[in-house]
Protein backbone atom coordinates (compact mmCIF):
# COMPACT_ATOMS: atom_id res chain seq x y z
CA UNK A 1 0.00 0.00 0.00
CA UNK A 2 1.81 3.01 -1.36
CA UNK A 3 0.38 6.71 -0.19
CA UNK A 4 1.39 9.97 -0.83
CA UNK A 5 0.64 13.32 0.48
CA UNK A 6 -0.33 16.27 -1.19
CA UNK A 7 -1.63 19.63 0.50
CA UNK A 8 -4.16 22.70 -1.25
CA UNK A 9 -3.29 25.83 -2.54
CA UNK A 10 -5.19 29.04 -2.25
CA UNK A 11 -8.95 29.27 -2.67
CA UNK A 12 -9.10 26.75 0.30
CA UNK A 13 -8.95 29.40 3.05
CA UNK A 14 -12.12 29.94 5.32
CA UNK A 15 -11.77 31.88 8.83
CA UNK A 16 -11.24 29.74 11.78
CA UNK A 17 -9.13 27.18 9.66
CA UNK A 18 -6.59 25.08 11.87
CA UNK A 19 -8.20 26.25 15.19
CA UNK A 20 -9.12 22.75 16.27
CA UNK A 21 -6.13 21.38 15.21
CA UNK A 22 -4.38 24.26 17.71
CA UNK A 23 -6.40 23.64 20.49
CA UNK A 24 -6.39 20.01 20.42
CA UNK A 25 -2.52 19.17 19.78
CA UNK A 26 0.17 21.35 21.12
CA UNK A 27 2.65 21.10 18.00
CA UNK A 28 0.12 22.16 15.76
CA UNK A 29 -0.37 25.25 17.88
CA UNK A 30 3.06 25.88 18.12
CA UNK A 31 3.02 26.28 14.39
CA UNK A 32 0.83 29.00 14.12
CA UNK A 33 3.09 30.40 17.15
CA UNK A 34 6.07 29.72 14.85
CA UNK A 35 4.36 31.67 12.06
CA UNK A 36 3.68 34.39 14.13
CA UNK A 37 6.65 35.18 14.98
CA UNK A 38 8.53 34.58 11.68
CA UNK A 39 6.01 37.31 10.26
CA UNK A 40 6.05 39.09 13.49
CA UNK A 41 2.71 39.91 13.40
CA UNK A 42 -0.67 37.77 14.86
CA UNK A 43 -1.21 35.55 11.35
CA UNK A 44 -3.15 33.39 13.70
CA UNK A 45 -5.70 35.44 14.81
CA UNK A 46 -6.97 36.99 11.28
CA UNK A 47 -7.29 33.28 9.98
CA UNK A 48 -9.35 32.44 13.75
CA UNK A 49 -10.63 35.51 14.14
CA UNK A 50 -10.48 38.04 10.98
CA UNK A 51 -12.26 39.09 8.51
CA UNK A 52 -12.56 36.44 5.31
CA UNK A 53 -12.03 39.58 2.74
CA UNK A 54 -8.68 39.93 4.33
CA UNK A 55 -7.61 36.22 4.98
CA UNK A 56 -8.14 36.13 1.35
CA UNK A 57 -5.63 38.77 0.01
CA UNK A 58 -2.50 36.51 -1.67
CA UNK A 59 -0.10 37.79 1.01
CA UNK A 60 -1.92 36.57 3.92
CA UNK A 61 -4.04 33.20 2.00
CA UNK A 62 -0.91 31.82 1.13
CA UNK A 63 1.33 31.84 4.77
CA UNK A 64 -2.30 31.01 6.39
CA UNK A 65 -2.61 27.73 4.38
CA UNK A 66 1.00 26.35 4.62
CA UNK A 67 0.30 27.06 8.87
CA UNK A 68 -2.74 24.92 8.53
CA UNK A 69 -1.41 22.27 6.59
CA UNK A 70 1.75 21.88 8.76
CA UNK A 71 -0.06 22.26 11.76
CA UNK A 72 -2.51 19.30 10.09
CA UNK A 73 0.60 17.37 9.55
CA UNK A 74 2.16 17.73 12.74
CA UNK A 75 -0.97 16.77 14.74
CA UNK A 76 -0.53 13.68 12.55
CA UNK A 77 2.95 13.38 13.55
CA UNK A 78 1.92 13.87 17.31
CA UNK A 79 -0.23 10.46 16.69
CA UNK A 80 2.68 8.32 15.07
CA UNK A 81 2.42 9.23 11.82
CA UNK A 82 6.00 10.18 9.96
CA UNK A 83 5.89 12.43 6.97
CA UNK A 84 7.79 9.51 5.73
CA UNK A 85 5.21 6.72 5.20
CA UNK A 86 4.59 9.06 2.27
CA UNK A 87 5.91 7.58 -0.91
CA UNK A 88 5.60 11.43 -2.62
CA UNK A 89 4.70 14.73 -1.59
CA UNK A 90 3.10 16.94 -3.77
CA UNK A 91 1.20 20.34 -3.89
CA UNK A 92 -1.18 23.01 -5.44
CA UNK A 93 1.17 25.89 -6.33
CA UNK A 94 1.26 27.58 -2.68
CA UNK A 95 1.10 24.08 -1.53
CA UNK A 96 4.68 23.17 -2.98
CA UNK A 97 5.99 24.92 -0.36
CA UNK A 98 3.88 23.62 2.39
CA UNK A 99 5.22 20.40 0.78
CA UNK A 100 8.84 21.22 0.93
CA UNK A 101 8.27 22.24 4.60
CA UNK A 102 6.16 19.27 5.28
CA UNK A 103 9.54 17.11 3.92
CA UNK A 104 12.13 19.18 5.83
CA UNK A 105 13.15 21.23 2.80
CA UNK A 106 12.62 24.45 3.90
CA UNK A 107 11.97 25.50 7.26
CA UNK A 108 8.95 26.06 8.61
CA UNK A 109 9.64 30.35 9.23
CA UNK A 110 11.75 30.67 6.16
CA UNK A 111 8.71 28.89 4.27
CA UNK A 112 6.30 32.01 6.18
CA UNK A 113 8.24 34.35 4.78
CA UNK A 114 8.87 33.01 1.34
CA UNK A 115 4.97 32.76 1.05
CA UNK A 116 4.17 36.39 2.36
CA UNK A 117 7.13 37.45 -0.24
CA UNK A 118 5.37 35.69 -2.79
CA UNK A 119 1.99 36.75 -2.17
CA UNK A 120 2.89 40.56 -2.61
CA UNK A 121 5.12 40.17 -5.26
CA UNK A 122 2.16 38.37 -6.81
CA UNK A 123 -0.21 40.57 -5.60
CA UNK A 124 2.26 43.58 -7.27
CA UNK A 125 3.21 42.53 -10.81
CA UNK A 126 -0.12 42.85 -12.75
CA UNK A 127 -2.44 46.25 -12.08
CA UNK A 128 -5.76 45.31 -10.41
CA UNK A 129 -8.01 44.55 -13.29
CA UNK A 130 -5.53 44.61 -15.85
CA UNK A 131 -5.20 40.61 -15.49
CA UNK A 132 -8.06 37.40 -14.83
CA UNK A 133 -7.81 33.75 -14.92
CA UNK A 134 -10.97 31.45 -15.49
CA UNK A 135 -11.88 27.92 -15.28
CA UNK A 136 -12.61 25.84 -18.81
CA UNK A 137 -15.52 22.99 -17.55
CA UNK A 138 -15.00 20.01 -20.31
CA UNK A 139 -12.61 20.39 -22.46
CA UNK A 140 -8.97 18.82 -21.69
CA UNK A 141 -5.69 20.27 -21.60
CA UNK A 142 -4.59 20.32 -25.47
CA UNK A 143 -7.83 21.81 -26.35
CA UNK A 144 -7.42 24.96 -23.83
CA UNK A 145 -3.93 25.54 -25.28
CA UNK A 146 -5.47 25.94 -28.37
CA UNK A 147 -8.21 28.21 -27.00
CA UNK A 148 -5.74 30.22 -25.03
CA UNK A 149 -3.39 30.67 -28.19
CA UNK A 150 -6.48 31.83 -30.34
CA UNK A 151 -7.78 34.32 -27.72
CA UNK A 152 -4.77 35.59 -26.86
CA UNK A 153 -4.38 38.33 -30.33
CA UNK A 154 -0.95 39.89 -29.02
CA UNK A 155 -1.69 39.39 -25.27
CA UNK A 156 -1.25 37.10 -22.74
CA UNK A 157 -3.44 34.15 -22.56
CA UNK A 158 -1.59 30.85 -21.22
CA UNK A 159 -3.31 27.48 -19.91
CA UNK A 160 -2.23 28.19 -16.12
CA UNK A 161 -3.49 24.97 -13.82
CA UNK A 162 -4.10 21.45 -15.38
CA UNK A 163 -6.56 20.65 -12.52
CA UNK A 164 -8.34 17.63 -14.16
CA UNK A 165 -9.43 16.27 -16.83
CA UNK A 166 -12.62 18.32 -17.08
CA UNK A 167 -11.17 21.58 -15.41
CA UNK A 168 -8.21 23.71 -17.14
CA UNK A 169 -8.01 27.24 -16.10
CA UNK A 170 -6.47 30.17 -18.05
CA UNK A 171 -4.36 33.02 -16.92
CA UNK A 172 -3.59 36.53 -18.36
CA UNK A 173 -4.87 39.68 -19.81
CA UNK A 174 -8.86 40.31 -18.98
CA UNK A 175 -10.23 40.36 -22.28
CA UNK A 176 -7.85 37.87 -23.72
CA UNK A 177 -9.19 35.29 -20.75
CA UNK A 178 -12.51 36.98 -21.72
CA UNK A 179 -12.10 35.79 -24.92
CA UNK A 180 -11.02 32.37 -24.37
CA UNK A 181 -13.85 31.98 -21.95
CA UNK A 182 -16.22 32.94 -25.55
CA UNK A 183 -14.19 30.51 -27.64
CA UNK A 184 -14.28 27.70 -25.12
CA UNK A 185 -17.94 28.07 -24.89
CA UNK A 186 -17.70 27.61 -28.53
CA UNK A 187 -15.67 24.88 -28.78
CA UNK A 188 -18.19 22.43 -26.45
CA UNK A 189 -16.93 23.63 -22.79
CA UNK A 190 -19.42 23.01 -20.80
CA UNK A 191 -18.76 25.96 -18.48
CA UNK A 192 -16.46 29.03 -18.73
CA UNK A 193 -16.38 31.34 -15.26
CA UNK A 194 -14.13 33.94 -14.24
CA UNK A 195 -12.96 32.92 -11.32
CA UNK A 196 -12.83 35.65 -8.06
CA UNK A 197 -8.88 35.97 -7.66
CA UNK A 198 -6.77 39.32 -7.53
CA UNK A 199 -4.18 38.26 -10.01
CA UNK A 200 -3.54 36.19 -13.24
CA UNK A 201 -1.21 33.80 -11.69
CA UNK A 202 1.01 30.91 -13.46
CA UNK A 203 1.52 33.08 -16.54
CA UNK A 204 4.42 35.30 -18.05
CA UNK A 205 2.66 38.31 -16.73
CA UNK A 206 4.01 37.09 -13.64
CA UNK A 207 7.57 37.74 -14.50
CA UNK A 208 8.05 40.26 -11.57
CA UNK A 209 6.94 38.33 -9.41
CA UNK A 210 9.10 35.65 -10.44
CA UNK A 211 12.05 37.38 -10.50
CA UNK A 212 11.34 38.86 -7.09
CA UNK A 213 11.37 35.24 -5.77
CA UNK A 214 14.78 34.54 -7.78
CA UNK A 215 15.93 36.49 -5.35
CA UNK A 216 14.28 35.61 -2.22
CA UNK A 217 14.92 31.77 -2.65
CA UNK A 218 18.90 32.36 -3.43
CA UNK A 219 18.96 33.47 0.15
CA UNK A 220 16.98 30.28 1.45
CA UNK A 221 18.88 26.85 2.62
CA UNK A 222 16.98 23.83 1.15
CA UNK A 223 17.77 20.29 2.36
CA UNK A 224 17.18 17.67 0.12
CA UNK A 225 13.74 16.37 1.27
CA UNK A 226 12.95 13.48 3.15
CA UNK A 227 10.28 12.37 1.12
CA UNK A 228 10.64 12.93 -2.90
CA UNK A 229 8.34 16.34 -4.00
CA UNK A 230 6.42 15.99 -7.21
CA UNK A 231 7.24 19.11 -8.93
CA UNK A 232 4.28 21.52 -10.51
CA UNK A 233 6.13 22.52 -13.67
CA UNK A 234 7.69 19.22 -14.09
CA UNK A 235 5.03 16.57 -13.20
CA UNK A 236 7.41 14.24 -11.92
CA UNK A 237 9.80 13.76 -8.99
CA UNK A 238 12.91 15.87 -7.75
CA UNK A 239 15.07 15.96 -4.76
CA UNK A 240 17.96 18.32 -5.66
CA UNK A 241 17.62 21.18 -3.37
CA UNK A 242 19.26 23.48 -6.25
CA UNK A 243 17.00 22.07 -9.40
CA UNK A 244 13.73 22.31 -6.40
CA UNK A 245 15.19 26.39 -6.62
CA UNK A 246 15.01 26.61 -9.82
CA UNK A 247 11.82 24.82 -9.95
CA UNK A 248 10.08 27.64 -7.35
CA UNK A 249 10.47 30.28 -9.16
CA UNK A 250 9.76 28.80 -13.22
CA UNK A 251 6.51 28.27 -10.92
CA UNK A 252 5.37 31.07 -10.63
CA UNK A 253 4.93 31.89 -14.22
CA UNK A 254 5.02 28.20 -15.57
CA UNK A 255 1.65 25.83 -15.88
CA UNK A 256 0.78 23.91 -12.60
CA UNK A 257 0.78 20.37 -13.83
CA UNK A 258 -1.76 18.75 -11.31
CA UNK A 259 -3.47 15.87 -13.63
CA UNK A 260 0.17 15.03 -14.79
CA UNK A 261 1.12 14.50 -11.03
CA UNK A 262 -1.49 12.84 -9.69
CA UNK A 263 -1.13 10.26 -12.73
CA UNK A 264 2.85 10.16 -12.13
CA UNK A 265 2.29 9.19 -8.41
CA UNK A 266 -0.47 6.36 -9.51
CA UNK A 267 2.03 5.16 -12.29
CA UNK A 268 3.75 4.42 -9.25
CA UNK A 269 1.76 2.08 -7.38
CA UNK A 270 0.29 5.23 -4.94
CA UNK A 271 -2.95 3.80 -3.88
CA UNK A 272 -3.91 6.69 -1.14
CA UNK A 273 -3.43 10.10 -0.95
CA UNK A 274 -4.05 12.16 1.95
CA UNK A 275 -4.72 15.69 1.21
CA UNK A 276 -3.35 17.70 4.46
CA UNK A 277 -4.86 21.23 5.09
CA UNK A 278 -8.12 22.92 4.89
CA UNK A 279 -10.73 21.82 2.27
CA UNK A 280 -11.50 19.23 -0.06
CA UNK A 281 -10.52 20.75 -3.39
CA UNK A 282 -7.41 18.27 -4.48
CA UNK A 283 -9.60 15.12 -2.97
CA UNK A 284 -12.30 15.82 -5.83
CA UNK A 285 -9.54 16.91 -8.42
CA UNK A 286 -7.81 13.17 -7.65
CA UNK A 287 -10.61 10.90 -7.80
CA UNK A 288 -11.48 12.66 -11.52
CA UNK A 289 -7.69 11.64 -12.49
CA UNK A 290 -7.13 8.21 -11.21
CA UNK A 291 -10.80 6.73 -9.76
CA UNK A 292 -8.36 3.82 -8.32
CA UNK A 293 -6.77 6.24 -5.75
CA UNK A 294 -8.32 6.50 -2.36
CA UNK A 295 -8.67 10.06 -0.99
CA UNK A 296 -9.03 11.23 2.76
CA UNK A 297 -8.75 15.01 3.40
CA UNK A 298 -7.46 15.69 6.78
CA UNK A 299 -8.23 19.28 8.29
CA UNK A 300 -9.68 18.64 11.71
CA UNK A 301 -8.81 16.45 14.63
CA UNK A 302 -11.43 13.89 13.56
CA UNK A 303 -9.69 13.85 10.06
CA UNK A 304 -6.37 13.14 12.04
CA UNK A 305 -7.42 10.13 13.89
CA UNK A 306 -9.50 8.79 11.33
CA UNK A 307 -5.75 9.18 8.82
CA UNK A 308 -4.31 7.59 12.06
CA UNK A 309 -6.22 4.57 12.38
CA UNK A 310 -6.43 3.56 8.44
CA UNK A 311 -2.52 3.88 8.16
CA UNK A 312 -2.49 1.95 11.61
CA UNK A 313 -4.86 -0.80 10.34
CA UNK A 314 -3.00 -1.08 6.99
CA UNK A 315 0.50 -1.88 9.24
Request: hydrophobic share 50%.
Amino acid sequence: MSRAFVFPGQGAQTIGMGRDLAAAYPAAQAVFDEVDEALGEKLSALIWEGEQDALTLTANAQPALMATSIAAMRALEAEGVSITDAAFVAGHSLGEYSALAAAGAISLGDTAKLLRTRGMAMQQAVPVGVGAMAALLGLDFAAVQEVAAEAAQGEICQAANDNDPGQVVVSGHRLAVERACEIAKARGARRAMLLPVSAPFHCALMQPAADVMAQALADVTINVPKVALIANVRAEAVTDPDLIRALLVEQVTGSVRWRESVAYMAARGVTEIYEIGAGKALCGMIRRIAKDITTKAVGTPDDVRAAYDTMKGEA
